[in-house]
T-cell receptor
């Protein structure tokens, strides 16, 4: 049972480059989330989705885009990478509105230079 | 956005000691959760609490949901080296797409 899988684990980007962080879950969860984690700052919500075809902004959406064409996949797109986007990114999911807690992936560490 | 209050940012204890962490909020939550994050990994759920006053244990971990529903604490007894990591509290309300609100986390170090 894979749970939430994120790829890649590490990536270095140059300023202005684009990339997509992949997230897939095999638990048939409806709700999916993207967080970024910066040292001492906890987890900040970037975007979330309550089901296929539905996405919404979190606290810090600027510079990012998402799509949710299937229940399983929730990719996060960075269009023009900036040093401020250097962070560790976590994808998470839960089954439905009343389910407690999330299942997290193991993260993608992104450095923008 | 709102965050939960966890302090201090770091704690250093001796192996075998007990440690308590608390988490406070200015508003009410329906569910409180505690997560642990080890280096290079995502947070893993330790304990979930569903009603005010509830006290729940998971091995050496005990957590309580505060009576006011605005706080929670986590206690780790007889600490061991593998307890090192970042401990996050999280609160959840139903409705508003029931997103979790996280604290900033406490980094725990255990000296052997």
């Amino acid at each position: 049972n894979a749970g939430v899988t994120q790829t890649p684990k590490f990536r270095i980007l140059k300023i202005g480059q684009s990339m997509t962080l992949q997230c897939t879950q095999d638990m048939n969860h409806n709700y999916m989330y993207w967080y970024r984690q910066d040292p001492g700052m906890g987890l900040k919500l970037i975007y979330y989705s309550v089901g296929a075809g539905i996405t919404d902004k979190g606290e810090v959406p600027n510079g990012y885009n998402v799509s949710r064409s299937t229940t399983e996949d929730f990719p996060l797109r960075l269009e023009l990478a900036a040093p401020s986007q250097t962070s560790v990114y976590f994808c998470a999911s839960k089954a439905n509105r009343t389910a407690y807690g999330y299942t997290f992936g193991s993260g993608t560490r992104l450095t923008v230079v | 956005g709102q965050q939960l209050n966890q302090s201090p940012q770091s704690m250093f204890i001796q192996e075998g000691e007990d440690v308590s962490m608390n988490c406070t909020s200015s508003s009410i939550f329906n569910t409180w959760l505690w997560y642990k994050q080890e280096p290079g990994e995502g947070p893993v759920l330790l304990i979930a609490l569903y009603k005010a006053g509830e006290l729940t244990s998971n091995g050496r971990l005990t957590a309580q949901f505060g009576i006011t529903r605005k706080d929670s604490f986590l206690n780790i007894s007889a600490s061991i080296p593998s307890d090192v990591g970042i401990y996050f509290c999280a609160g959840q309300r139903f409705g508003a797409n029931s997103k979790l609100t996280f604290g900033k986390g406490i980094t725990l170090s255990v000296r052997p």
